[in-house]
């Protein structure tokens, strides 16, 4: 079993709609990472959590440390959203960055 | 502009050539990575540097070999000894807390390159 699950793999939708990723982890963390990857495979980094919640336009990410799990929220999706979403842990005992497989979006207009 | 640049962004080598991939960073940045990505996989850490003429095996070193001579260059050679070479490389570089703790990893944010997908014939 890997140590970050993203779910769903795949996801498909029509502009305007809000958009849920999630990401669930099995070792202790320092810090929780999501990145972006564009179709042409240059990654940007769009938040880093270590509890709470952070905003940045139309993106919220959250993170419930006792569950171990992370969610990436995008609210009023367009089609430029569309790359795959990458979930990515601090280990806080080797202080390693451990990443997710990712989850495809594709929004349509 | 500041960022980090990798070259080539496409690259085909033949069978037991070796091969080296470009990486150069002007974020003043001291720690850089080198990972590997193949579809289906998270991102896999093949070596890493946290100051120049000092780097560090990750998780899939073999077959692998880096070096920091310069603060903003850190390329990766892909050797014949690597048995699987085909992969989209991506290289990042992070601000480095050096002196402040004992982590051998920095936990700033990483800024990634392009990348450069290896085709191996």
């Known amino acids: 079993k890997n140590e970050v699950e993203q779910s769903p793999q795949n996801l498909t939708a029509q502009e305007g709609e809000f958009i849920t990723i999630n990401c669930s982890y099995s070792?202790?963390?320092?810090?929780l990472h999501w990145l972006q990857q564009h179709p042409g495979g240059g990654i940007v980094s769009l938040f880093m959590l270590s509890s709470g919640k952070k905003k940045h336009g139309r993106l919220i990410a959250t993170i419930n440390i006792q569950e171990k799990h992370s969610s990436l929220h995008i609210t009023a999706s367009h089609p430029r959203d569309s790359a795959v979403y990458i979930c990515a842990v601090r280990s806080y005992n080797t202080d390693k960055l451990i990443f997710g497989t990712g989850t495809r979006l594709q929004v349509f207009p | 502009d500041g960022g980090i640049t990798q070259s080539p962004k496409y690259l085909f080598r033949k069978e037991g050539q070796n091969v080296t991939l470009s990486c150069e960073q002007n974020?003043?940045?001291?720690?850089m990575y080198w990972y590997r990505q193949d579809p289906g996989q998270g991102l896999r850490l093949i070596y890493y540097s946290q100051i120049v003429n000092d780097f560090q095996k990750g998780d899939i070193a073999e077959g692998y070999s880096v070096s920091r001579e310069k603060k903003e260059s850190f390329p990766l050679t892909v050797t014949s000894a690597q048995k699987n070479p085909t992969a989209f490389y991506l290289c990042?570089?992070?601000?480095?807390?050096?002196?402040?703790?004992?982590?051998?990893?920095?936990?700033?944010?990483?800024?990634f390159g392009p990348g450069t997908r290896l085709t191996v014939l």
């Open positions: 974020l003043n940045h001291d720690a």
């Open positions: 070792v202790g963390i320092s810090a």
């Open positions: 990042a570089s992070s601000p480095s807390r050096i002196g402040m703790g004992t982590s051998l990893y920095s936990t700033d944010t990483q800024y």
